[in-house]
């Protein structure tokens, strides 16, 4: 049976240090640091994501701030936004939260963000420095996925990590961190041939892929390291039948709540086969918070200096 990565404990270990390493940078009166954050119009996921990032701002001691537009907000009130927080003097972080209603110009807006205020590490800027191998503001859920194997001992030097997807905001990143821990990667997507025997030869498999169950038990090398970074909702029980084989317990939660959050990985199966695996939840997503509180931390000491 494989060990859970627990990604509950780990960022709380991460928030720990950032709360501690505010209190230290604070002392003598210095301003707090700050985080502000974009929001545009009113998707419900991302009002509860955006809820979890400000509720983790105080736990820390971080000053945060949420600007609302209207969906109906055009390039320039956005372009507006970002350029008044890239002058402010108390912000260090800006993020715009995703998606943004398909008028906006997601990249454009992105790459108006002051590069030192990034906390995100989306602009070409920071992107550019984690190819070089540079320090910088760099993506919070890769980030946070490198500390969770670092945090459980888990070596990356040396193995084989196949990544299951290509998105800026995970695959390509995490790719680039793991090459850099000297990992040799393969990053598979949605025209890959033979997903599951690359799969299979997988010492660490990283699925981000954004599908219920696309991964089973039988694509996972024996001792594996399975990282599930998929966040899937289902209502429909019929979309997940693996569940109720392999965890019924979450099939019947599933019936009766009327729906569920799960990963990308089969994990019932996986976790019969896998040497440690993260759950959904409680796997990566509070590694992405816990990032991005240290790299509103870090944006700020180097404000500061
Ligand atoms: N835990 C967290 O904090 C966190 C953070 C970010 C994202 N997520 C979750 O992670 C998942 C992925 O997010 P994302 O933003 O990276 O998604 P995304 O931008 O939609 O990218 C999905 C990737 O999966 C690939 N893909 C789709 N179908 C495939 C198939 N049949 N075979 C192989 N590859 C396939 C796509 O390939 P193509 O490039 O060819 O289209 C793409 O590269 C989502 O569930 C999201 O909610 C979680």
């Known amino acids: 049976m494989a060990q859970i990565l627990d990604g ?3 960022a709380q270990k991460i928030l720990d240090t950032v709360r501690e390493g505010v209190v230290t940078s604070t002392q ?10 974009i929001v545009v119009g009113d998707n419900p996921a991302s009002q509860v994501y955006v809820g979890h990032k400000l509720k983790a701002c105080e736990s820390v001691g971080i000053f945060s701030k949420e ?4 969906s109906s907000a055009a390039m320039e009130e956005v372009t ?7 002058r402010s003097q108390n912000i260090d972080g800006i993020l715009v939260q995703m998606p943004l209603p398909s008028h906006l110009d997601a990249i454009n807006l992105v790459n108006r963000i002051d590069p030192s205020k990034d906390v995100d590490g989306f602009t070409p800027h920071n992107q550019i420095r984690l190819l070089q191998g540079r320090k910088g503001l760099f993506p919070c859920t890769p980030l946070g996925i490198m500390r969770l194997l670092e945090i459980n001992n888990v070596t990356v030097r040396g ?8 998105s800026i905001i995970v695959g390509k990143p995490l790719s680039t961190m793991m090459l850099e821990s000297n990992a040799t990667v393969t990053v598979t997507h949605s025209h890959t041939e033979h997903l599951k025997e690359i799969c299979q030869k997988a010492d660490i498999l990283v699925a981000a892929v954004g599908r219920p169950g696309f991964v089973h038990g039988s694509w996972i090398k024996p001792g594996a390291v399975v990282v599930d970074v998929g966040i899937n909702r289902i209502t429909n029980p019929s979309a997940a039948p693996y569940l109720k084989l392999s965890e019924p317990e979450r099939y019947s939660q599933l019936i009766n709540k009327g729906s569920l959050l799960v990963g990308d990985v089969r ?9 440690f695996i993260t759950p959904v939840p409680g796997g990566v997503g509070p590694l992405t918070v816990a990032m991005l509180m240290s790299n509103t931390l870090d944006a700020y000491r180097m404000r500061k200096k």
């Not at 003598?28 to 954050?37: D, E, H, M, S, T």
């Not at 600007?67 to 209207?70: F, G, H």
């Not at 507006?80 to 890239?86: F, K, R, S, V």
């Open 28 to 37: 003598y009166n210095f301003r707090k640091p700050g985080l502000a954050v």
């Open 267 to 275: 994990f019932g199966e996986a976790e019969q086969v896998a040497s």
């Open 8 to 10: 509950k404990i780990a």
């Open 159 to 166: 193995k084989h990590a196949v990544i299951l997807g290509r």
């Open 67 to 70: 600007y609302r537009l209207p």
């Open 80 to 86: 507006l936004a970002i350029d008044e927080l890239n």
